[in-house]
């Protein structure tokens, strides 16, 4: 794992959106897999302002999100769909057929997850995937104890992932209590990982994930075993923590 540190949120926005215009200006088909939360906004925001004043394109990219709450439609302003809408694909070129989250309303969930999972293949996989980790060390919703061999799965979310993600919601009863999320191995079958970390908050994490074993009760630890990882963190999630001697 190759590992960045920056000044701050500013910083680290900024380098990750730098990254990725990067990826689609050497390959304009590109399949980006996206990340919600609180993380990459303000990478977005860079993608935006690059878009409109650089003109960077879109148009031939496709993205894949990682999760989307099970029981909210797209036009709820929790979804991750509402919020993919909002913080990134209304304001640049990208074509919305091309832009792939897992439906949160359907009534099969099996019939859900293997059309996901399918349809992440049929596009060839992904080229890069943007990740924020849990204080809990999950990736996508993938919650501490899940398979490393995990796919598109459905998945109940960890009591101490429903109370960080109340901050969005009204009332923590609105948050919902299950989730649809990519597996750890559809993860790893990206090309290419980079990992967002800010905050003091994830302090913890990111000391768990450098110096921790790979074990799937840590499940970002999964990504040691990935050969092209980034990891982006700045000072407040870095200080203090040592890379093992
Ligand atoms: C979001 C996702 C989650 C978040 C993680 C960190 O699509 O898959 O794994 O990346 O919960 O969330 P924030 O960025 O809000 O701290």
């Known amino acids: 794992m190759k590992i960045i540190e920056v000044k701050d949120y500013e910083q680290m926005s900024q380098m990750a959106a730098e990254y990725m215009i990067r990826k689609v200006k050497e390959c304009k088909a590109t399949n980006l897999g ?9 990478m977005y925001k860079k993608l935006i302002e690059d878009h409109r004043l650089q003109g960077t394109s879109y148009q031939e990219v496709t993205t894949f999100n990682l999760d989307e709450y099970i029981g909210l439609s797209g036009t709820n302003k929790n979804s991750y769909r509402y919020y993919m809408n909002e913080n990134l694909f209304d304001h640049i070129d990208v074509q919305k057929d091309k832009t792939f989250i897992p439906h949160g309303d359907v009534q099969d969930f099996e019939v859900e997850c293997q059309r996901y999972e399918k349809l992440i293949e049929a596009n060839g ?11 809990n060390g999950h990736i ?15 998945v109940d979310l960890k009591s101490s992932t429903i109370e960080a993600n109340a901050r969005f919601f009204n009332r923590i009863e609105e948050v919902p209590t299950q989730a649809v999320t990519m597996g750890i191995s559809s993860i790893m079958r990206s090309k290419e990982i980079l990992l967002l970390i800010s905050g003091e908050g994830k302090k ?12 799937e009760n840590f499940p970002a630890s999964v990504l040691k075993n990935h050969p092209c990882v980034t990891i982006i963190a700045d000072e407040a999630a870095v200080s203090g923590v040592k890379l093992r001697s």
């Open 34 to 42: 996206l990340a919600t939360g609180g993380t990459p906004v303000g």
């Open 125 to 135: 996989g992904i080229d890069l995937q943007i990740l924020g980790i849990g204080s």
């Open 140 to 154: 996508g919703f993938n919650e501490p104890g899940t398979s490393f061999d995990s796919k598109t799965h459905v």
């Open 204 to 215: 913890e994490a990111f000391h768990q994930l450098l110096n921790g074993d790979v074990t």
